[in-house]
């Protein structure tokens, strides 16, 4: 009981810290994928479309790749023994929900673009970024939603291995997808 007080508290100070390099992140974050992407609408595109689609890929790949449980359990003689059978994906589910909210920085808001939009437009100094940016913010939401759906497929499913593959499709496609779509709306 005592080891979880430490274990809660350094949580909670690390989800502030985290906020808190959130909301000061867009301006490096969107300098870096401009930079990368060398002004290219497409190629910024993809960087958004990579980084929207992982907080899914991080839920989805552990949960279909990892054995199927078996259906007769094993007689258990310590809770030792019953912890060690039990799975846990913690560590790439933390990455997840913290790649899913750094998805939503270099992208402004689908319910007040204007502020954000106006930041990606005096780091990239180029319209098409600014739309394309501003369609994403849409796309991505999407793309989250697909990956959420991936991930309860593999863990609902773990032991059907055709729909484990069917997650990893929807996890790997809706990002591209995404893409897809915004270059073609922009286009």
Do not use: C
Request: glycine share 8%; aromatic share 6%; proline share 7%.
């Amino acid at each position: 009981m005592n080891a979880d007080v430490p274990l809660v508290a350094g949580g909670a100070v690390g989800f502030v810290v985290l906020v808190w390099l959130l909301m000061h992140a867009t301006v490096p974050l969107v300098t870096v994928f401009d930079f990368a992407s060398d002004g290219r609408p497409k190629l910024y595109a993809a960087f958004l479309a990579g980084l929207a689609g992982l907080g899914g890929l991080l839920l989805t790949l552990p949960r279909a790749l990892s054995q199927p449980v078996p259906a007769v359990q094993p007689s258990l003689r310590s809770r030792r023994q019953a912890s060690a059978l039990r799975r846990s994906h913690l560590r790439t589910d933390l990455l997840a929900v913290a790649a899913l909210l750094i998805a939503q920085v270099p992208l402004p808001a689908p319910w007040g673009p204007v502020g954000k939009a106006a930041t990606i437009a005096n780091v990239t100094k180029s319209p098409e970024i600014v739309e394309l940016s501003a369609l994403f913010a849409n796309v991505s939401l999407a793309i989250l939603v697909v990956g959420l759906v991936a991930a309860v497929v593999a863990k609902v499913y773990s032991h059907a291995a055709a729909l484990r593959v069917l997650a990893i499709a929807l996890a790997v496609g809706a990002p591209v997808m995404g893409w897809f779509f915004v270059v073609h709306a922009i286009g």
